[in-house]
């Protein structure tokens, strides 16, 4: 399946986005999300958050010196930035392991830093800047499960290749 792209204008499109995805997400779906800094990874949590029915109290916040946030909602939400990480300390890959098949959506910011630890089946999304307010989004679905997903994101028509996010 080839990748699934969009072009989000603004913040509030990239989480909007994620939104609906997040109304299709079940516990044991992992979201890996890659791009450089400032490319919209957080924003697209807060989407999902909001789809997934997240409190608007519990505000979605990136956790770069915490490692990992929990979120409660129709499915938990569990963020996890591994940013400040290099390279995974043996004493975090228990824990990592247990995020990994947990009974959670688990969205994890820099997730190339996983590498094999990755499961056979997550939904992939690579961000990237395109200018001050555009960011480009391309889902890749790693598993049956994650090409589902892929299913619900496509746009009713396929017209163009490059889609604009709702």
Known sequence: MRPLEYVTNSPRETRSLAARLAARLAPGDLIALNGELGSGKTEFVHGLAQG?????SAAVASPSFTLVHEYPGRVPLVHLDLYRLEDLPAELLPDLEEYLSGERVLAVEWAQRLAGLLPRDYLEVRLAIL?????QLN???HGRRARELLEHLKPKTESNKRKTAP
């Open 139 to 141: 889902f890749l679905g």
């Open 52 to 56: 997934l029915g997240v409190p608007a």
């Open 131 to 135: 200018n001050e307010s555009q960011r």
